[in-house]
């Protein structure tokens, strides 16, 4: 618990300000038929880079009310500080409690929308 609210505060994510994370994809690099890189923009506390995700197709069908749907795996990582999450503390044993590098993984299911 008090390592959630640590997260949520001006040391990291700073919720009360940047309430939100998004990526806003600007390509697709289709790799094979069940496997692409989707290139696109990462805001995190209003810090903007673009980043790769590895994306694998889960599945394809169509649900219970006969939608098309799709669900796909992704995963990329970034260096936290190049969002500006530079807080850390040096550990007595050496090195630091926070790594520079965070690993985000992903799991999207989407459905085919009607126009």
Same mark, same amino acid.
């Given at each position: 618990m &008090?390592? =959630?609210t640590h997260l949520k505060s001006?040391?990291?994510? =700073?919720i009360e300000r940047h309430p939100t994370?998004?990526?806003k994809s600007t390509s697709v690099e289709g790799l094979a038929s069940d496997h692409a890189k989707v290139i696109g923009d990462l805001t995190i506390r209003g810090i903007t880079r673009e980043v790769v995700l590895d994306t694998e197709l889960a599945g394809r069908g169509k649900d219970?009310?006969?939608?098309?749907?799709?669900?796909? =795996? *992704?995963? $990329?990582?970034?260096?936290? &500080?190049d969002f500006g999450? $530079?807080?850390?503390? *040096?550990?007595? $044993?050496?090195?630091?409690?926070?790594?520079?590098?965070? &690993?985000i993984?992903?799991?999207?299911?989407?459905?085919k929308q009607s126009v």
């Open positions: &008090k390592r =959630d001006p040391d990291f994510l =700073d994370i998004t990526f219970p009310r006969g939608r098309e749907v799709i669900s796909f =795996d *992704a995963r $990329t990582q970034i260096n936290r &500080k999450l $530079t807080w850390n503390m *040096a550990l007595e $044993t050496g090195g630091f409690l926070v790594g520079d590098i965070i &690993k993984e992903l799991a999207v299911e989407a459905m």
